[in-house]
Each structure stands twice: as C-alpha cells, then as structure tokens.
C-alpha cells in the first residue's frame, strides 16, 4: 500500500480532516490490511471529534470488531446533535444486529437513554456485549 500507519496520539499529532482520510482508507483497506494496522487504528474510536469517532465506529463494526462495540454503547447512551453522526452510530449498530443475529432495536428520532424504547435496545445490546468484552462501568 502507498500508506503508512503508525502508532500515535491521533488527537495531538494530526487534526480531524486528516483523521476522516484515514477513515476513509480503513474504508478501502482488505481485511488483511486492516487487520495488520488494527493496533493503531483503535485510537480512532476514542478521538475527541465526534465526527472521527462515529466514522470509526461504523468501520469497526462493518470488520465485526467487537471493540466498537462499547463506544457504540457509549454513544447510543448519549446526547447526539450531529445528524450525520447518528447515522453512521446507527449503522454500526445495524452491523451488530447483523452479525450477532439479534435484533437491538434504537429510535433515531427521540435519540438518547431517556426514551423507553431506547433503553431497551441499550440494556439488550450491553447484555449481548458483556460476555465479549470488558464494558466500562456505567
């Protein structure tokens, strides 16, 4: 590949435009690439640009990563002015139901914890992720 990713800081050493290009190279990387360059990819996923974060999530989660997984927990959880954001979050969780074969059900429209419905799906999909991961405490 004509590119190189090394381990870094992502938030001091490049700044968000720079980083949606490397979403955009993870978004055409082959499993084999992405899998070599995994390691310094997960900084992305806690990038203080939400932005950043929410494009890395969908990556992950596309690559069925389960590190995605609690940052999408996380960001489901959360308030989210930025539509184009909660769609890539959605998406990503959308990769979840996909590929753990259940279905974590999350109203776009009234976004957040304080919609009923919504803390169904989130309680549904934090149980499903508990066993595969370390989940941080709420």
């Not at 700044?15 to 310094?40: G, Y």
């Not at 203080?48 to 929410?54: L, N, P």
């Not at 990563?65 to 959360?78: D, S």
Request: with cysteine; hydrophobic share 40%; net charge negative.
């Amino acid at each position: 590949t004509a590119y190189e990713i090394r381990n870094c800081d992502w938030s001091s050493d490049v700044c968000s435009s720079d980083l949606l290009v490397v979403i955009q190279l993870i978004e055409r990387m082959s499993d084999e690439t992405f899998k070599a360059h995994r390691v310094p990819l997960l900084g992305l996923l806690d990038d203080e640009d939400v932005h950043v974060r929410a494009n890395a999530m969908f990556q992950f989660a596309r690559r069925h990563e389960l590190a995605a997984g609690p940052v999408i927990l996380r960001a489901l959880k959360e308030p989210m002015e930025h539509p184009d954001c909660r769609q890539k979050i959605l998406w990503g969780l959308d990769e979840f139901n996909k590929w753990s074969g259940k279905r974590f059900e999350y109203q776009a429209d009234k976004w957040g914890w304080s919609n009923p419905k919504n803390q169904k799906g989130i309680t549904e999909f934090e149980r499903w992720l508990a066993p595969r991961v370390t989940l941080p405490p709420s």
